[in-house]
């Protein structure tokens, strides 16, 4: 590596950086235990989207790709994002300092005073350098797992509700109006359309039958769900996990039991699966959230940190 490290800014990813991206970002994630992007990064790296992000990379005097950092420039309301990554042999000479001083240029181009950088695993080394950066710590976002073999409480449905598995075809456009509704306040869940909904469809992973859907007996509208998720299946190197993808109720719903209902059916529904643990990500602030999935059994098994640096 020279001294001069230079970072190149890319608006497309062809098939060999977008395999370049995913290698690195694997390689760092069996090196830190947490791997360092968040779903919405990693599936825009791989299908892109109708607004192009900000690709920043640098590479050795090889050619080899040692850091890369994803900005999003979309949000007017909170700012720009950002999520980064450096090769594990490169790290301390600069490359991340300098991938974070070429987001910072890449916000303001775009016409925006605010960035967040996100920290998967809230790692110090990255405490440290966003600190140093002039950022914030603003958000913390917990990810919490327990054991399927340990015994679920009983938590069962409310009198007129029927629980059902999703239907392509049939229940896009009501899942997209709960979803909006349950999660109206949530910065990121509650804006999802039709077309993040499909995106996620297309996934290998995705599974209509563990997507669960609590409906009025009678009506039969939709008044809550429970979409589990399961990693590790189809080549990956670690075993098989559970995760409880997104929970939400409609609020004309509220009070009624509902969310924990929902959430230990899908429990059981991942235990039937035969899987012996399952995982979820939740809000450190959303306080309603953390005491009903610990008292589920699940506790926090690592953090996300978000930091923030405004200027004028």
Do not use: C
Not at 231 to 248: K, L, S
Not at 270 to 286: F, P, T
């Amino acid at each position: 590596m020279t001294n001069v490290i230079r970072v190149d800014r890319l608006d497309r990813l062809d098939a060999g950086d977008v395999a370049a991206v995913l290698a690195l970002a694997a390689l760092a994630g069996d090196a830190d235990g947490t791997y360092p992007f968040s779903e919405h990064v990693v599936l825009h790296i791989r299908r892109g989207g109708e607004q192009a992000a900000v690709h920043l990379r640098v590479r050795d005097d090889d050619g080899t790709l040692v850091g890369y950092a994803h900005v999003d420039t979309t949000d007017v309301v909170e700012g720009a994002a950002a999520e980064l990554v450096v090769h594990p042999e490169h790290r301390r000479h600069g490359l991340g300092r300098a991938l974070v001083d070429a987001a910072i240029a890449a916000t303001t181009a775009a016409g925006l005073r605010s960035l967040r950088l996100w920290s998967h695993g809230d790692h110090p080394p990255a405490a440290e350098l966003a600190v140093d950066l002039g950022f914030e710590r603003t958000r913390v976002l917990f990810q919490m797992r327990r054991s399927l073999f340990a015994p679920l409480p009983d938590r069962e449905l409310p009198p007129g509700v029927t629980l059902r598995a999703f239907e392509p075809g049939r229940d896009e456009q009501e899942w997209v109006r709960v979803n909006a509704r349950a999660f109206a306040h949530h910065p990121d869940q509650g804006r999802w359309t039709i077309d993040d909904l499909r995106i996620r469809m297309a996934e290998p992973w995705f599974d209509p039958a563990g997507f669960l859907l609590a409906v009025d007996s009678d009506t039969g509208a939709m008044l809550g769900f429970h979409w589990t998720k399961v990693h590790g299946r189809g080549g990956h190197q670690h075993d098989p996990i559970g995760e409880v993808y997104v929970v939400g109720v409609d609020p004309a719903a509220h009070g009624r039991g509902l969310g924990g209902a929902l959430t230990v059916a899908g429990l059981r529904y991942l235990r039937g699966a035969g899987l012996d643990q399952a995982m979820l990500y939740v809000d450190e602030s959303n306080a309603p959230a953390v005491r009903l999935y610990t008292g589920l059994g699940f506790a926090v098994w690592s953090t996300d940190v978000s930091y923030r640096r405004s200027w004028e």
